[in-house]
């Protein structure tokens, strides 16, 4: 099969050059112009004052514990992920609507919210609290709060990439996988998984890109304890609101550092994942595509 052609154009050539160019400055006040304010002032007072302001104890800190929060979400998220967009691809069930609701709810509730939830059923006034304080078990205002409330507000993120690649690929593969006598466990290493990596790891990236900026769910459950429980996010806060201006703005440096890894790392799995299916190869559209079946694993 040749490769799609490009649909030409009939808008005049200025048209054109006026939507891209109305793009390309959107880009540039919106994104690229915000970016080099927090390099430029984070590098105002030279470049020790910025390595000093990233590497002193209360920064280092709340490095260590966006890391540790991070390592927390994105695996639970990725085990998470992975069952959800099978059992949503793979089988037809009842309640499938509302568990694909459940899924997106984290984008509807604003983090704010989520937070406080964590605090209502943890907290020490909460519908767990006096059970947590007998047991000397903390989570509210410490790290496993923290983690709890970054997995919410993060969890759609690598389900929702795998979702539509798994029902775009149908089951016909993994059925005759099946009948070829191979094992539930087998059929999602050999067939499932080659078909949907590259979603995967973008899912992943986005998952962790999130998680490591979260602020809003994670600033309730935290308490704000300086050099504790102040994820990267956080301490920038406490940084600008003591007029610490440089020192801010060299904290938030290594969040923007951060996207733009991320956005190169997108860059590159849209390139490897696009390079993966060549156009010759992929099958004719099907106007009727058949119902999908249960696979078991």
């Known amino acids: 099969m040749s490769a799609p052609q490009k649909v030409s154009v009939t808008e005049p050539r200025w048209v054109q050059r006026l939507l891209i160019g109305a793009a390309l400055a959107f880009l540039a006040f919106f994104l690229l112009l915000p970016l080099l304010a927090v390099f430029t002032e984070a590098l105002r007072?030279?470049?020790?004052v910025y390595l000093n302001s990233i590497t002193e104890e209360d920064a280092w800190s709340a490095v260590k514990l966006t890391l540790t929060v991070a390592a927390l979400a994105v695996p639970l998220n990725l085990f998470f992920g992975i069952c959800a967009a099978w059992a949503v691809a793979k089988f037809d069930f009842k309640g499938k609507q509302f568990l694909m609701t459940l899924i997106d709810l984290p984008f509807s509730v604003s983090p704010v919210v989520s937070g406080l939830i964590y605090v209502l059923v943890f907290g020490a006034q909460g519908w767990f609290g006096p059970w947590l304080l007998e047991h000397n078990i903390k989570i509210i205002f410490a790290a496993p709060g923290m983690a709890l409330a970054t997995i919410f507000v993060t969890f759609p993120f690598v389900a929702r990439e795998l979702i539509p690649l798994m029902e775009a690929q149908g089951t016909d593969e993994e059925q005759a996988a099946i009948v070829l006598g191979a094992s539930g466990w087998?059929?999602?290493?050999?067939?499932?998984?080659?078909?949907?990596?590259?979603?995967?790891?973008?899912?992943?990236?986005?998952?962790?890109?999130?998680?490591?900026?979260?602020?809003?769910?994670?600033?309730?459950?935290?308490?704000?304890?300086?050099?504790?429980?102040?994820?990267?996010?956080?301490?920038?806060?406490?940084?600008?609101?003591?007029y610490q201006f440089v020192a801010a703005f060299a904290v938030a440096s290594l969040l923007a550092l951060l996207a733009l890894v991320t956005l190169a790392l997108k860059s590159w799995i849209e390139w490897r994942g696009l390079l993966a299916v060549p156009s010759d190869d992929l099958p004719p559209e099907n106007p009727n595509p058949p119902a999908a079946t249960g696979v078991h694993a």
């Open 45 to 48: 007072k030279g470049f020790d």
């Open 186 to 242: 087998q059929t999602f290493w050999r067939v499932t998984l080659p078909n949907v990596k590259w979603g995967l790891l973008y899912g992943v990236i986005l998952c962790n890109a999130r998680a490591m900026g979260e602020f809003g769910a994670v600033s309730v459950v935290s308490g704000h304890i300086r050099g504790m429980t102040n994820t990267i996010p956080l301490h920038v806060e406490i940084l600008y609101n003591e």
